[in-house]
């Protein structure tokens, strides 16, 4: 791998079981906006079903400080594993990167309940100066709480 390929991931403890998790940000992305409006405007499918392989979906999203777009293809899902890869096929992250995938894989707790939400940002730079995209991995972070906070509270 060359300098310019990289990959950055990170492990967000939830409450909320790891299939209603992976429901919610496979089948029902279009809700994220609701419960983390502070992070994501809105999420509109443009080709396909939500849930499908091969679904494109483009959401506005809030981040470090901007308002930003990214246009997704859902490019592998298994509902097993409670596993979604999204690949980035236009929008502001690829200013910055020839290729960018975001994988998340919700897995129950061992003990006791909840789940660990494991997730994975796969990219190729443009260019060595641009930096490795640890905000937007605490982005994802901050979003796993919000939805969390709303699978685990009463009106879920």
């Known amino acids: 791998m060359s ?3 990289g990959k950055v991931e990170t492990d967000v403890e939830i409450k909320a ?3 209603k998790f ?3 940000v496979t089948h029902r992305p279009h809700h994220i906006s609701n419960v983390s409006p502070n992070n994501i405007q809105g999420c509109d499918l443009h080709e396909g079903e939500w849930g499908t392989v091969g ?4 959401w506005n999203y809030f981040h470090d400080g901007k308002a930003k777009v990214s246009k997704q293809l859902i490019e592998a899902i298994d509902a097993e594993k409670n596993l979604i890869t999204f690949k980035v096929i236009e929008g502001d992250l690829l200013e910055h990167y020839k290729s960018f995938k975001i994988t998340f894989h919700a897995t129950p707790k061992a003990h006791g309940q909840g789940s660990i939400v494991h997730w994975t940002m796969e990219y190729e730079k443009h ?3 641009i930096e490795d995209p640890h905000t937007l991995l605490q982005f994802a972070v901050d979003v796993s709480k919000d939805v969390d906070a709303h699978l685990t ?3 879920a």
């Open 3 to 5: 300098s310019n390929h």
């Open 17 to 19: 079981p790891a299939t």
């Open 22 to 24: 992976h429901e919610m």
């Open 55 to 58: 679904s494109v979906v483009y």
């Open 127 to 129: 260019h060595g100066d």
């Open 153 to 155: 509270s009463a009106q």
